[in-house]
């Protein structure tokens, strides 16, 4: 404001040396203090300049409520998957209570007996876990799930130690049933085909049954075409029952194999998600709730569509949340410069705003200018295409080496390391800048916040939880969070939640677990229509608490929303308020 009162002060006879008066062609925004700020970039801050990274505890989640230990192979040819997925198994913890990470060979006599649920992830081999650690499995009586490797060691190697195990469990480790991962299209758990993917995918040795008394089938693995399945080939020969591939007896659950990989199309994760109630929670309730999110709202948002999408989601009894850009940045055309407006430079777009709170809808903050600085990150440098938190670029190939190339719709996104700026201090300066436009516009203050295109550095995430108790996505975790080595981007693990966690990161995430829907194919990722939005949330009726949540841009049209939300309904979803979700 006090930039436009000066210009109005100056004399009448000046008024030809003042662009905004005698270009015509210039844009709104144009050069403005706020383009200047966000198109400027400095390495300034005590962080960036001591290197400083931010360390995250690993005990995480939300105290008071159930405690489990996660233990994870910190040894062998890829200790940083192994922690990876002990993170991701952990936050999934957090949704009944607090979750610690640690090495298993790192595990000291009776440490169990302070836990009220194990999950241990064997994903290396040779990796054998402590004595304590086995001894307190076999006489403990603390809930334990195995995941895949190493359960021979819980046997043991003594002459009758598999004849022990047998008689205990009912089943044989020694001796598993060999089934090729060509085979196996699925897995049947509680009377659903949950789909597997196989790319990169092992053998599935299941665990061979002797004693049905005793161990209890959980899961049985699904060979050929999930609707007309055929007999699972075992070591040459057709088996007359479906293998196991997850069975429990006594105080043990064991899976066959680690369950994830590609989690995006391996809905086996989704059987692992569920198996928590039942050590932690096994009197829970099955509910269905859904939720969606309206998409890069921002300066240059049509009124018009935000007031139509509002309008029939309220007739719809839809609750809905609304992803505020709260600044805009973007070339100017055919022009090498750059304009930067905010909400407080568009009131009719804070007018649709306001209409659609009264309409149900909930603003949460979608990052602050969705860009960064004038990278084309990747794209254009333009808010709601670009990165703001993590630098990215694009390449021919999704596995390195990578051979970085202007964007094209088949190229891969891949990470290329932190923002300049990447400091926390800055991080959340950027945030709170956003955050208070959003207030200064008369909108309130928001209370949940959404990382553009779900990816942030390790900094940014944690500048995030000290302006913000809760995030709505899908999120990065970084190997070395735990274990205190260099964090870097090429060991990183996209998680989406099929419940409401407490995360490594220290903040409440609600899950948007479906994705979006999309009328064209983007980075080798094919059309979403609102077929594939329902499909995804039938599959998510796998666990207890089954969350159906996904995000829609309003540019696009109403019908394929109403097919999206209408389909979601009929599974019996009820669409809630996203602090609502379980």
């Not at 690993?58 to 990876?84: I, N, S």
């Not at 130690?161 to 897995?187: H, I």
């Not at 550095?457 to 500048?463: D, I, L, R, T």
Request: hydrophobic fraction near 35%.
């Amino acid at each position: 404001m006090g930039w436009v009162t000066a210009l109005i002060s100056l004399p009448l006879v000046a008024a030809g040396a003042v662009f905004g008066l005698t270009d015509d062609s210039l844009v709104n925004g144009e050069n403005s203090p706020l383009a200047q700020r966000y198109t400027t970039v400095t390495k300034s801050g005590a962080d960036v300049s001591e290197g400083k990274t931010a360390t995250f505890s690993p005990r995480f989640g939300r105290p008071g409520g159930a405690r489990t230990l996660v233990l994870y192979d910190g040894t062998g040819t890829a200790p940083e998957d192994a922690e990876l997925y002990s993170i991701a198994a952990g936050n999934l913890a957090t949704h009944f209570g607090e979750a610690e990470v640690a090495v298993v060979g790192d595990y000291t006599a009776d440490t169990m007996e302070d836990f009220d649920a194990v999950v241990y992830l064997g994903t290396d081999y040779s990796a054998s876990p402590p004595e304590a650690f086995l001894t307190d499995v076999r006489e403990g009586t603390v809930p334990v799930l195995w995941v895949e490797q190493n359960i021979d060691d819980l046997v043991g190697y003594e002459p009758d130690s598999t004849e022990d195990f047998v008689s205990r469990y009912g089943w044989d480790p020694t001796a598993p049933l060999e089934v090729t991962t060509e085979q196996v299209e699925a897995v049947s758990y509680e009377d659903r085909s949950v789909h597997r993917n196989k790319l990169n995918s092992d053998t599935v040795y299941s665990p061979r049954v002797v004693d049905p008394g005793k161990a209890q089938v959980l899961a049985t693995v699904v060979c050929g075409d999930p609707q007309h399945p055929v007999p699972c080939d075992v070591s040459g020969e057709p088996s007359t029952t479906a293998p196991a591939w997850a069975v429990r007896s006594g105080h043990l659950t064991y899976l066959a194999e680690v369950p994830l990989n590609y989690i995006d199309q391996n809905d086996l994760y989704l059987i692992f998600s569920d198996l928590y109630y039942d050590l932690l929670a096994p009197g829970t309730e099955p509910v269905r709730q859904a939720a969606l999110r309206l998409e890069d709202v921002g300066p240059e948002a049509d009124p018009n569509d935000l007031r139509k999408v509002a309008d029939y989601l309220h007739d719809a009894g839809v609750p809905f949340q609304v992803a505020v850009m709260p600044v805009h940045v973007a070339r100017t055309p055919d022009k090498d410069g750059w304009y930067g407006l905010s909400l407080l430079d568009t009131p009719q777009v804070v007018d649709a705003l306001k209409y659609m709170q009264a309409r149900g809808g909930t603003l949460i903050q979608h990052g602050t200018s969705h860009q960064y600085g004038t990278l084309d990150n990747p794209y254009s440098g333009r808010t709601g295409e670009d990165y703001e938190f993590y630098q990215y670029g694009c390449t021919e190939t999704a596995r390195p080496p990578h051979e970085f190339r202007e964007c094209e719709a088949e190229s891969y996104i891949t990470k290329i390391g932190p923002v300049a700026e990447d400091s926390v201090e800055q991080h959340v300066a950027r945030i709170e800048h956003g955050r208070q436009v959003m207030i200064d516009a008369g909108l309130g203050a928001p209370t949940i916040f959404e990382t553009p295109h779900y990816a942030a550095s390790v900094n940014a995430y944690a500048a995030i939880a000290e302006v913000y108790d809760a995030r709505y996505e899908q999120s990065d975790y970084y190997a070395g969070m735990i274990s205190g080595e260099e964090i870097t981007p090429a060991s990183y693990y996209s998680q989406h939640f099929p419940y409401t966690v407490h995360d490594i990161y220290g903040t409440t995430v609600y899950p948007e677990n479906l994705g979006n829907i999309t009328e064209t194919e983007q980075n080798n990722h094919a059309i979403r229509d609102p077929e594939f939005i329902i499909q995804r949330a039938e599959a998510h009726l796998v666990v207890r608490e089954s969350t159906a949540s996904f995000f829609f841009h309003p540019y696009l049209s109403l019908d394929s929303l109403e097919q999206t939300v209408t389909g979601i309904k009929d599974l019996g979803y009820t669409f809630v308020p996203v602090g609502d979700l379980r």
